[in-house]
């Protein structure tokens, strides 16, 4: 399939729904995993170009100095919105982003940043449809984890600054219900916290 300059050259089927959601926030939801899905290639026709037309990443592109898969690793689902990491690491940026380019701007959950209200709740909220549609970014970091961000820093109840491999082994017995760690090192987190509520 390829890419016209954004450009579909067919629509969704009006009013269509796929599990009660539309087009856009189903694929929104679950990234690029139903592009060859028979019913959706009619039904969502132009929302599934738009979202499954292949792409590759431009050998030996470098974002920042680093290569596509050290950069979107690095930075996590902060750098999504870039038009040059779109252009230059389409591959990577796909898979690391799910096709997402940010947070609603100025949204509140619950009067609370999508940030603050994932971090309080875990991934209970996870297929939230206000999540979904307004949380895309936080959500993929929290609800679809991609691994650890490289360089996250945390400062322990002893005043040490800890990373995502020592937070977990400084004796602290309230790390698993802390929604920022989890936010920033679900890797990890989900390995070394498994009975975590905020786990859902």
């Known amino acids: 399939m390829k890419r016209a300059n954004g450009m579909s050259p067919c629509q969704d089927h009006p009013g269509v729904k796929v ?10 939801k679950t990234g690029i995993r139903f592009c060859s899905h028979a019913e959706l290639a009619q039904r969502c026709c132009g929302t599934r170009y738009r979202m499954c037309a292949s792409c590759r990443d431009v050998p030996g592109a470098q974002m920042d100095g680093m290569s596509c898969t050290q950069f979107y690793q690095k930075t996590a689902h902060q750098q999504c ?36 209200f994932l971090e309080m709740t875990g991934r209970k909220h996870c297929d939230n449809h206000a999540v979904i549609q307004h949380c895309c970014s936080t959500r993929a970091a929290m609800c679809d984890c991609n691994g ?46 498994p009975a975590s509520p905020l786990l859902g």
């Open 148 to 193: 650890d961000v490289a360089d996250a820093k945390f400062i322990s109840p002893k005043g040490v600054t800890e990373t995502c491999s020592s937070v977990f082994n400084n004796g602290d017995p309230h790390v698993c219900n802390q929604g920022t760690v989890l936010l920033h090192c679900c890797h990890s987190f989900t390995k070394s916290c």
């Open 19 to 28: 599990n009660n959601m539309t087009c856009f926030q189903f694929f929104q």
């Open 81 to 116: 919105f870039r038009f040059d990491g779109a252009h230059l690491c389409c591959s990577t940026r796909r898979r690391s982003c799910e096709n997402c380019f940010g947070d609603t701007a100025n949204i509140r959950v619950n009067n609370m940043t999508c940030e603050l």
